[in-house]
């Protein structure tokens, strides 16, 4: 208890994660709001639509997440933790503890806020949460940030350099995981198993891709259930978490 | 009290500290001396437990670092003023520490106290200049009211003021019973602060003793004679096996190698008259300098530069 109020002290006495708190809010919100407005029968505005933006907020929340642990190495500062907490995994669990929570809180507020704010915008198309489906499509995406700093807390444990960790999320994130259908044949079917495409099947399974995340030809087969595909995206973040904690243990601080 | 047992680390190839064992002990300080690059920082980090050693072991009050439940409260260390968040206020940092802990905010404020911080607790460490960085890591150490403290290179790139501010804050500490161990690669610094030293080159020991004695051991005593007989008075000494050079200013004789009271006695048995006979102390740059030219990590090779001839 006494750790996670340690780690609550050392996240919000500075100025980062507010800014990237606001951002990851505003990004997700603002979207909507655009969409919202330039929606017409044509375009019709749908809940789902309505969470285009998730992705542009939790690679922002990944972002916090990441600096959150590279920091303290920049500055030194993990020393002084380590120092006053020599058994590394406890001080390193209570950050992945607020940090997750922190990124949930924001999940569902930027996305209850893009509905929101999109329903105001057109009050006259029915946006409703009538379905699972559409519980799924909004109330998911605070898992999804939750799971996603998980990651990104390990992957700023493993690389220790904010430059370093920063790209490496943002190149598997948007790069790397959409370039993979590039390989002929077996690209759209290791795509089916790559964490953020999962994690966006988790959100918007269960119905045609509405974005065309992927744009190629070939679509992506999915081979899990859309919470099956949350479960997935969570374990693998907790791996590299994981993964980060042992080495830390191991490494020389 | 601190105890290191064989302590070793090795990063690759390198080695850094080399079966290192030595003890501190309460109620003084402790200089822990070195040229640059001799391996005192990692020591100080493995007694932290944050670097992990490759062999050998160091126990504080009879315990691994890593075996102390809340260690703030037994060990208290500065080893880099640095080691702060830029954008976090003097008082946040100390705070966040403080809670680790379970030591009450309250003794935040009166360590801020107790260095001269209170009046910019609220600003960000950040914008410290290095006297104040170093005084907030001398907050940080002492916290939990510790009965073990390390500072490393507390003094460098200080002023005066600072340096005998911190110099008096040690000697402080140290008398109200506490372990005290202070690195430097001065030995000028040390004379003047610490009462017991462990010196260390290559990561090797070199020596422990008290300050006194190793400035004793290390440095070469002569005595400075001057005598209106001086041939008579030189031919005595030779005879009597010490080793006389001419100290060239005002025809004295420097003796090497006898004692005054000896040279003193001599002189009475032979009749010779004495104007001066004075011990010197070899300085003590000169006996670090003795003890440790073997084991420099980095040589400057300045001075063996040959001189060129300049063409006719």
Same mark, same amino acid.
């Given at each position: 208890?006494?750790?996670?109020?340690?780690?609550?002290?050392?996240?919000?006495?500075?100025?980062?994660?507010?800014?990237?708190?606001? $951002?990851?809010?505003?990004?997700?919100?603002?979207?909507?709001?655009?969409?919202?407005?330039?929606?017409?029968?044509?375009?019709?505005?749908?809940?789902? $639509?309505?969470?285009?933006?998730?992705?542009?907020?939790?690679?922002?929340?990944?972002?916090?997440?990441?600096?959150?642990?590279?920091?303290?190495?920049?500055?030194?500062?993990?020393?002084?933790?380590?120092?006053?907490?020599?058994?590394?995994?406890?001080? $390193?669990?209570?950050?992945?503890?607020?940090?997750?929570?922190?990124?949930?809180?924001?999940?569902?507020?930027?996305?209850?806020?893009?509905?929101?704010?999109?329903?105001?915008?057109?009050?006259?198309?029915?946006?409703?949460?009538?379905?699972?489906?559409?519980?799924?499509?909004?109330?998911?995406?605070?898992?999804?940030?939750?799971?996603?700093?998980?990651?990104?807390?390990?992957?700023?444990?493993?690389?220790?350099?904010?430059?370093?960790?920063?790209?490496? $999320?943002?190149?598997?994130?948007?790069?790397?995981?959409?370039?993979?259908?590039?390989?002929?044949?077996?690209?759209?079917?290791?795509?089916?198993?790559?964490?953020?495409?999962?994690?966006?099947?988790?959100?918007?399974?269960?119905?045609?891709?509405?974005?065309?995340?992927?744009?190629?030809?070939?679509?992506?087969?999915?081979?899990?259930?859309?919470?099956?595909?949350?479960?997935?995206?969570?374990?693998?973040?907790?791996?590299?978490?994981?993964?980060?904690?042992?080495?830390?243990?191991?490494?020389?601080? | 009290?601190?105890?290191?047992?064989?302590?070793?680390?090795?990063?690759? #190839?390198?080695?850094?500290?080399?079966?290192?064992?030595?003890?501190?002990?309460?109620?003084?300080?402790?200089?822990?001396?070195?040229?640059?690059?001799?391996?005192?920082?990692?020591?100080?980090?493995?007694?932290?437990?944050?670097?992990?050693?490759?062999?050998?072991?160091?126990?504080?009050? %009879?315990?691994?670092?890593?075996?102390?439940?809340?260690?703030?409260?037994?060990?208290?260390?500065?080893?880099?003023?640095?080691?702060?968040?830029?954008?976090?206020?003097?008082?946040?940092?100390? /705070?966040?520490?403080?809670?680790?802990? %379970?030591? =009450?905010?309250?003794?935040?404020?009166?360590?801020?106290?107790?260095?001269?911080?209170?009046?910019?607790? #609220?600003?960000?460490?950040?914008?410290?200049?290095?006297?104040?960085?170093?005084?907030?890591?001398?907050?940080?150490?002492?916290?939990?009211?510790?009965?073990?403290?390390?500072?490393?290179?507390?003094?460098?790139?200080?002023?005066?003021? %600072?340096?005998?501010?911190? /110099?008096?804050?040690?000697?402080?500490? =140290?008398?109200?019973?506490?372990?005290?161990?202070?690195?430097?690669?001065?030995?000028?610094?040390?004379?003047?602060?610490?009462?017991?030293?462990?010196?260390? %080159?290559?990561? #090797?020991?070199?020596?422990?003793?008290?300050?006194?004695?190793?400035?004793?051991?290390?440095?070469?005593?002569?005595?400075?004679?001057?005598?209106?007989?001086?041939?008579?008075?030189?031919?005595?000494?030779?005879?009597?096996?010490?080793?006389?050079?001419?100290?060239?200013?005002?025809?004295?004789?420097?003796?090497?190698?006898?004692?005054? =009271?000896?040279?003193?006695?001599?002189?009475?048995?032979?009749?010779?008259?004495?104007?001066?006979?004075?011990?010197?102390?070899?300085?003590?740059?000169?006996?670090?300098?003795?003890?440790?030219?073997?084991?420099?990590?980095?040589?400057?090779?300045?001075?063996?530069?040959?001189?060129?001839?300049?063409?006719?």
């Amino acid at each position: 208890m006494t750790l996670l109020a340690v780690e609550r002290i050392k996240l919000f006495s500075t100025r980062s994660p507010w800014w990237c708190t606001l $951002l990851a809010l505003a990004l997700p919100i603002g979207l909507a709001s655009i969409i919202a407005a330039n929606s017409n029968s044509d375009f019709p505005l749908t809940v789902s $639509l309505t969470q285009t933006g998730y992705t542009f907020g939790l690679i922002v929340i990944m972002v916090l997440a990441a600096l959150a642990i590279t920091t303290e190495y920049r500055f030194g500062t993990i020393k002084s933790t380590f120092q006053a907490v020599p058994n590394r995994t406890a001080p $390193l669990v209570a950050k992945a503890v607020v940090v997750t929570l922190l990124a949930g809180v924001v999940g569902e507020a930027a996305a209850f806020g893009a509905l929101g704010i999109s329903k105001l915008i057109k009050p006259d198309v029915a946006l409703t949460l009538s379905s699972s489906t559409e519980w799924r499509n909004v109330a998911g995406v605070g898992l999804v940030y939750a799971c996603g700093a998980l990651l990104a807390l390990g992957v700023g444990m493993l690389i220790r350099q904010t430059a370093g960790a920063v790209s490496i $999320l943002l190149v598997w994130a948007l790069l790397a995981e959409n370039l993979v259908t590039l390989i002929p044949k077996i690209g759209v079917k290791i795509q089916a198993w790559l964490p953020f495409h999962v994690a966006d099947h988790f959100l918007n399974g269960g119905e045609p891709t509405p974005r065309g995340r992927d744009g190629g030809p070939a679509a992506v087969v999915y081979h899990l259930s859309p919470w099956g595909s949350l479960l997935y995206f969570a374990g693998v973040s907790l791996a590299v978490l994981i993964i980060g904690i042992v080495v830390t243990n191991k490494r020389d601080a | 009290m601190i105890e290191a047992v064989g302590l070793t680390k090795h990063y690759g #190839k390198t080695v850094a500290v080399d079966n290192l064992s030595f003890t501190v002990r309460p109620g003084q300080v402790t200089g822990f001396l070195g040229p640059n690059g001799a391996g005192k920082s990692t020591t100080m980090r493995m007694i932290l437990g944050l670097d992990n050693p490759t062999g050998g072991q160091v126990l504080i009050d %009879g315990k691994r670092y890593r075996q102390l439940h809340r260690p703030l409260r037994t060990v208290g260390a500065l080893l880099d003023a640095k080691w702060v968040h830029p954008n976090r206020s003097a008082r946040s940092h100390l /705070r966040w520490m403080a809670r680790s802990n %379970g030591i =009450a905010d309250r003794r935040v404020d009166e360590v801020l106290e107790l260095v001269g911080l209170t009046a910019v607790a #609220k600003r960000n460490a950040g914008g410290f200049s290095l006297g104040m960085s170093q005084r907030l890591g001398i907050a940080a150490a002492l916290l939990g009211d510790p009965s073990v403290l390390l500072f490393d290179e507390p003094v460098n790139g200080l002023d005066p003021e %600072g340096i005998l501010w911190i /110099r008096n804050f040690m000697h402080r500490l =140290a008398a109200e019973g506490r372990t005290v161990l202070v690195s430097s690669h001065l030995l000028s610094e040390m004379a003047q602060t610490a009462q017991e030293l462990v010196v260390i %080159g290559r990561g #090797k020991l070199i020596s422990q003793s008290s300050t006194a004695e190793f400035i004793e051991q290390a440095s070469e005593n002569t005595v400075r004679v001057r005598s209106p007989q001086v041939d008579l008075l030189r031919a005595a000494l030779l005879g009597d096996g010490a080793t006389v050079t001419d100290d060239g200013v005002d025809g004295a004789l420097v003796v090497h190698g006898m004692e005054p =009271a000896a040279i003193g006695e001599l002189a009475a048995a032979r009749g010779v008259t004495l104007h001066e006979l004075s011990p010197q102390r070899g300085s003590l740059e000169e006996a670090f300098m003795q003890l440790t030219k073997e084991s420099v990590e980095y040589h400057a090779h300045g001075d063996e530069v040959p001189v060129q001839d300049l063409p006719v």
